[in-house]
T-cell receptor, first 116, second 116 residues
């Protein structure tokens, strides 16, 4: 069965420090991977996605993620965190659900706190 | 582009009553819409998938008679929580996909349901 693991429930970093959020997936076929961000009481905003090609993908707000097939990982990074980055981050994998339909399976999320 | 709205954003209802939540794609036609449920500090759990003009497909363990989903047009899907109980209190999020086979979903801002 497909699954997504985010090992870190809560991470605290100082503003200006670098950030890496971990994501590991379990999926038999070629994975289609996503990172979403959720601010308190809000829906999800797509940060970036990986479908194929270059394993280092760039997203919005200065985020990037690297797909490593050998490690089944898709870690999210940012070189310098801003206070506005404080939010919940979800990694997800798209899985085929029949025909041309796909569903998303989400990890449990990582809460990011940014200290001034 | 690709904006999804939900209404209401917050609703309180009494136990035993029913409440309807609307999900609209504002600037695109959504062939497929998804309904998720999110418990506090937890991940999103897919409840059901609905394709315009056909019956919704519910995930295992989701009561279809309790969570009625209607996808009557390419821009509107509704979730009705029937005979609500306090344990139905949760954050409900919808998402929409513009074309079959697409991996991307666009999320609404969510609806906070509190059943008293």
């Amino acid at each position: 069965a497909q699954s997504v693991t985010q090992p870190d429930i809560h991470i605290t970093v100082s503003e200006g420090a670098s950030l890496e959020l971990r994501c590991n997936y379990s999926y038999g076929a070629t994975p289609y991977l996503f990172w979403y961000v959720q601010s308190p009481g809000q829906g999800l905003q797509l940060l970036l996605k990986y479908f194929s090609g270059d394993t280092l993908v760039q997203g919005i707000k200065g985020f990037e993620a690297e797909f490593k097939r050998s490690q089944s990982s898709f870690n999210l990074r940012k070189p310098s965190v801003h206070w506005s980055d404080a939010a919940e981050y979800f990694c997800a994998v798209a899985r085929q659900s029949g025909g041309s339909n796909y569903k998303l399976t989400f990890g449990k999320g990582t809460l990011l706190t940014v200290n001034p | 582009g690709a904006v999804v709205s939900q209404h209401p954003s917050w609703v309180i209802c009494k136990s035993g009553t029913s409440v309807k939540i609307e999900c609209r794609s504002l600037d695109f036609q959504a062939t497929t819409m998804f309904w998720y449920r999110q418990f506090p500090k937890q991940s999103l759990m897919l409840m059901a998938t609905s394709n315009e003009g056909s019956k919704a497909t519910y995930e295992q363990g989701v009561e279809k008679d309790k969570f009625l989903i209607n996808h009557a047009s390419l821009t509107l899907s509704t979730l009705t929580v029937t005979s609500a109980h306090p344990e139905d209190s949760s954050f409900y999020i919808c998402s929409a996909r513009g074309s079959r086979g697409s991996y991307e979903q666009y999320f609404g801002p969510g609806t906070r349901l509190t059943v008293t």
